[in-house]
């Protein structure tokens, strides 16, 4: 098994503890042993476990003093404690200090496999999770854009390439697949980097507006202008001017936007004298630029001008490996603007945003992780916090989840987090709802990995 999980069995009936590591390295994993608490401490201060299994009951050092131990020398670590004094009291006292699980002897031989195989997925999601963040810190310390998939480090590295050329720009690709980001990371990179940068959607404005705000205007050159205004393409002397959704100007706007290319000057509204400028333009468009053209919506002389190189987004759902990095990299963000402290996404709502496919690109799985911030509670975004169409998403997805039929203990997770939602997380009305006591619900949330509000 590559990179097999790291496993430490403690037990001190040498019969136990012999038949456990034969049974658990058969399954793949790299298994050490200790016959007693005071071995079972000094591997653990020489080496770290993903898993530890313990005994309960040993002389001089407990399972729980191990329990304890574990938790601060590796904070992702699981443990599994096996006894065979099992009570609701034992377990209860073990998962409050933070056990996994625990497992009564005799045990079957499946149970273990299955709660060792359980715990081990959750310390591997930990450390995924946690390196996804320290990812992120670089990246933002960096000030790039979050990305690994192949073929958008391909577009960052032709984005990179021409930056410097100073030549104009078409970036094209759907609604929210980040055509702004990509603009202003080629001014970033390109020796205009210390002057300005500034964006104006063409699509949000009508003929006269856009060209007030393009060219500015001089005084008194219509009732109401009491001062004289500098335009955005003034503004923007020296520095980058991004037009998104180039293709929405009208057939003349677009005539004087050419003129401002090719002769590097334009004239402010009521003047006449020609105000010259060193821009750099960066055109984005949502639209096929080709079909535009062709049906003479868009100048074929504009986009030829603007056309010098064109760099083509793909979307979100061609990149779906960029997802759990931007789905942190939001997490944070909103986290930390409404002051929640939020780190942690769980695996069923990761699972459910990789097989989403986001007709709106970045920014709808933005809003998805913004309106799951301002809902939860706790320090993970649970399937609760995500819209009911994703929820409903979720569903299709786990019962088809690797092409399986799911087990009972699959179908039993799944209920219990629906009933979960249907009373808000209330774990006294989701017991009476399921028809159990309190305690063997809190086992069975601490099982699956499952929160829900006292």
Partial sequence: MENAAKLLIIDDERIALKNLEHVLAKEGYEVATALNGQL?????????????????????????QILRRCKELYPDIEVIMITGYATVETAIEAMKHGAYHYVAKPFKLDEVRKVVREATEKVALKRENRHLRESLETIRESGEIITQDPVMLRVLDTARDIAPTDCNVLVTGESGTGKELVARYIHRHSKRAPSTFLAINCGAFSEELLANELFGHEKGAYTGAALLKKGLVEMADGGTLFLDEITEMSPSMQVKFLRVIQEKEFIRLGGNEPVKVNVRFIGATNRSIHEAVESGEFRQDLYYRMNVVTIPLPPLADRKGDVPMLAYHFLKKYAA?????????????????????????????????????????????????????LKRIGIKVFRKQAGRIPSLDDQEKSYIQWVLNEVDGNRSRAASVLGIDRVSLWRKLKRYGLEAEE
Wanted: charged residues 30%; aromatic residues 4%.
């Fill in 337 to 389: 603007r409404m002051g929640r402290n939020m780190n942690e996404i769980s695996e069923d709502v990761m699972h459910i945003l990789n097989t989403y496919n986001y007709p709106g690109n970045i920014r709808e799985l933005e809003n998805i992780i913004e309106r799951g911030v301002a809902l939860a509670k706790g320090i993970r975004l649970e399937t609760a916090h995500l819209p009911d169409d």
């Fill in 40 to 64: 079972a401490l000094r591997l653990l201060r020489e080496q770290p476990f993903d898993v530890v299994l313990t005994d309960l009951k040993m002389e001089k050092i407990d399972g729980m």
